[in-house]
């Protein structure tokens, strides 16, 4: 049919239902793809760590109770804390090397009157912090 004239009719320009169904599923593609980066476009920025300060022991108090009435004696030793993560781990070395862990506050038996102890508290938060301090008791807040 060579020289012959086309015969294109007026219906030519439409789009079939495949090439319809393909230009979807590219707009759908698109989309899918860049969906990740136009929403973190969109969200706002994280906030910024938090600072918990700088953490600090200090003793608050000191005191031998007693005599129970197997004449024993108990000794009660605290400290207080600021800054830190949160939780934090508190360990009392006591001067004769004994070790215990505790929230803050610690207490220890004595089978008669300990003229006065001394110890070491060890305080480290959840953000690697450390702080110590010296504690004895009878405590007198200075």
């Given at each position: 049919?060579?020289?012959?004239?086309?015969?294109?009719?007026?219906?030519?320009?439409?789009?079939?239902?495949?090439?319809?169904?393909l230009?979807?599923?590219?707009?759908?593609?698109?989309?899918?793809?860049?969906?990740?980066s136009?929403?973190?476009?969109t969200?706002?920025?994280?906030?910024?760590?938090?600072?918990?300060?700088?953490l600090?022991?200090?003793?608050?108090?000191?005191?031998?109770l007693?005599?129970?009435?197997?004449?024993?004696?108990?000794?009660?030793?605290?400290?207080?804390?600021?800054?830190?993560?949160l939780?934090?781990?508190?360990?009392?070395?006591?001067?004769?090397?004994?070790?215990?862990?505790?929230?803050?506050?610690?207490?220890?038996?004595?089978?008669?009157y300990?003229?006065?102890l001394?110890g070491?508290?060890?305080?480290?938060?959840?953000?690697?912090?450390?702080?110590?301090?010296s504690?004895?008791?009878?405590?007198?807040?200075?």
């Open positions: 049919m060579a020289g012959q004239k086309s015969t294109a009719s007026n219906d030519d320009w439409f789009w079939t239902a495949g090439e319809i169904a230009i979807i599923g590219g707009l759908i593609g698109a989309m899918i793809y860049l969906w990740p136009v929403r973190a476009a969200q706002p920025p994280p906030p910024p760590p938090i600072n918990y300060g700088t600090v022991v200090t003793q608050s108090f000191g005191d031998i007693g005599p129970e009435p197997d004449g024993s004696y108990i000794v009660t030793l605290g400290v207080d804390t600021m800054g830190g993560e939780p934090l781990t508190y360990t009392l070395t006591w001067s004769d090397g004994y070790t215990q862990t505790g929230n803050g506050t610690f207490q220890r038996d004595f089978p008669g300990p003229n006065s001394q070491t508290v060890s305080v480290v938060s959840t953000d690697g912090q450390h702080a110590s301090v504690v004895t008791a009878p405590f007198t807040p200075g």
